[in-house]
């Protein structure tokens, strides 16, 4: 069974931080781009960050400074760091792994991607 879980999801107020988890099984993420996509009440998917597996980093112009996306293989996890949270963060969260380099993952293309979680809800409310 090949899939990535993500956890750490919850309710914060504005200003807060969470990170999140996304956590591979049946496969090495090693060889593996992520990416984190979102969704919020009435509007469509959108990919937030992206990490290669060179290390780079990519994020969409409304969580650039806020929001750091890393990896740890030794973990075979990766993680998204949000902080100064905003009500409009507000979403389902989803990582998704994509077999490959991940050259062009600040395309954010959904069929590029080969697992995807389950999601998890982040909500930012006073």
């Known amino acids: 069974q090949l899939q990535v879980v993500e956890s750490g999801g919850g309710l914060v107020q504005p200003g807060g931080s969470l990170r999140l988890s996304c956590a591979a099984s049946?496969?090495?993420?090693?060889?593996?781009?992520i990416a984190w996509f979102r969704q919020a009440p009435g509007k469509e998917r959108e990919g937030v960050s992206c990490?290669?597996?060179?290390?780079?980093?990519h994020y969409i112009d409304p969580v650039k400074g806020r929001f750091t996306i890393s990896r740890d293989n030794a973990k075979n996890t990766a993680y998204l760091q949000m902080d100064s949270l905003q009500p409009e963060d507000t979403a389902v969260y989803y990582c998704a792994a994509d077999y490959g380099p991940g050259y062009y993952c600040s395309n954010y293309v959904f069929s590029d991607y080969n697992y995807w979680g389950q999601g998890t809800q982040v909500t930012v409310s006073s």
């Open positions: 990490i290669s597996l060179d290390g780079t980093t």
């Open positions: 049946g496969f090495i993420l090693d060889y593996y781009t």
